[in-house]
């Protein structure tokens, strides 16, 4: 089958809907396959000569006629079978190769295979006379300019032994170029967390399906260029558990005959007296989507500043408004993104409670679309069931209730600490589902998306974003977006719409990048193709 190129990029070729597994529900397939009757060593025959291939003909293109050797790093298992037939079909392919010369095939091999599949083709390799190293100080007297890294696969999910460590050590002190089988070794599997180190990667072919642990958490920092190659077709038993979109969100055309009333009318709420400038990027985000109206409640201390960088903007002074006032309000316009800049103190807290209580109150009878939770509204979220800060909301939140946390504030809504969501985001975001319902963002290197039980990776952005008031944008935008689309715009397409923006404002570079500068970059993501 032909491969799937899958560049962690905004060029990527775009192939929609990608599925993304588990390492277990990986495993589980083959064994379905095997027990129809295939030969696991036939498979492990058929994905080393794919990547052999493949790797034949970018190093045929790309050091073609230089003289150079390629060193293969073998483990024990499964993915170390893989490497000695790589090494064995790279040999063949060379030999062939009539204007190429020079080229040494050779393998490192501290350990002895430890499966079947795995001695036979370390075996077939012996028997092609592929030099084999067995001992570490030998590399000394090794010059490679290619490692392939098949030290560890899909099933290591533990820390490394300390010599272990040292071995991906050592393979990442090498120069060179440097490819990974299925996945960079010492890479998690399924959280894209290393364990503590592992391979960093220019180029990994992913065998099978998509794993999450070359997508998600660290990942990025070891994968590089990231190529998935089919191997056998998929059966009715399996089951994805997340899905990543390569190709980017294209809005449609609008009618000639439209007026600001059919693009939404979008309600930003926060702005402490000390933290104006987060309400005033969310309402520029927004605005920049293509709302068609937009009013700004907060202190009045700000307003000023808002008209003069966006007269276009409505605003409203938060301590002026009455209950009543406030619940009128929330009839008249259709989503809501609240708590950006709002503060932690007791003017917040009851700003808080006029809130939620308007937004249930009002719910019932209303046409909100979706209400969009940032920020300090999160803070207090966290803080909705303690006796003393009784918040006028029931659990589960419906759906339309769409949480932005990052990593430390969905920490804080879980009970834990950042580092615990970090090492394990995919249940971090089903757990804030889980308990407090609605559809949840967290937000971070490839943000994790979760609205309908549909898991969304994205696939786009870049560590340029990671910079103060680049949530507050997010939030702009969703809330921009669902009130011009409502259901017709997902939250994925959302998220990968800002993360698209942050590419276009990273392309000259991603240090400096300001979340202010991000309105320009939206207005052409949103009018892209």
Known sequence: MDAIDLKMTSTMNPRLAQPIYTAQTIQAWEQRWFAQGNSSYGLMQQAAWLMAVKIFNRLNTDYCNQHHNILLWCGRGNNAGDGYLIATYLSELFENKKNVTAIRIMIFAPQAPSTPDAVRARQTALDAKIPLIDEIEQLKHVQAQVHIDALFGIGLTRMLSQSNQDLIALFNAQSGYKISVDLPSGLHPDTGQAMPIAVRADWTLCLLGLKLGVLIGQAKAYVGELQCIDLIPRDHALESVAQIDFAPPHLPKRSPFAHKGDFGHVLVVGGHASMGGAVIMAAESAMATGAGKLTVLCHGKHHAAILARSPNIMVLDIDLLTKDQLHQLLSQVDTV??????????????????????????????KLKDIVLDADALWWLAEWNTPCFPL??????????????????????????????????????????????????????????????????????????????????????????????????????????????????????????????????????????
Not at 350 to 362: E, R, S
Not at 425 to 451: C, M, T
Not at 464 to 475: K, P
Request: proline content about 3%; some cysteine; glycine content about 12%.
């Open 337 to 366: 993104c609240f708590g950006m800049g709002l503060g932690r103190d007791d003017w917040a807290k009851q700003h808080v409670q006029n809130m939620f209580d308007g937004l249930f109150t009002q719910n019932n009878r209303s």
């Open 392 to 529: 006028p909301l029931h659990l589960p939140l419906p759906p339309h209730f769409i949480m932005t946390p990052h990593s430390a504030e969905a920490g804080r809504l879980l009970g834990c600490t950042a580092t615990e969501i970090e090492a394990d985001r995919v249940k971090a975001i089903q757990d804030l589902h889980q308990r407090y319902g609605g559809a949840w963002v967290l937000k971070g290197a490839a943000s994790l998306s979760l609205a309908q039980d549909r898991l969304n990776v994205c696939a786009f952005g870049n560590a340029g974003m990671a910079t103060a008031g680049m949530g507050d944008v997010l939030a702009g935008m969703i809330a921009g977006l669902k009130a011009q689309f409502s259901d017709d715009i997902t939250l994925a397409e959302v998220v990968a719409l800002h993360a698209l923006a942050g590419d276009i404002l990273a392309e000259h570079g991603e240090r400096g990048l300001q979340a202010h500068q991000m309105k320009a970059a939206i207005y052409q993501v949103v009018n892209a193709g």
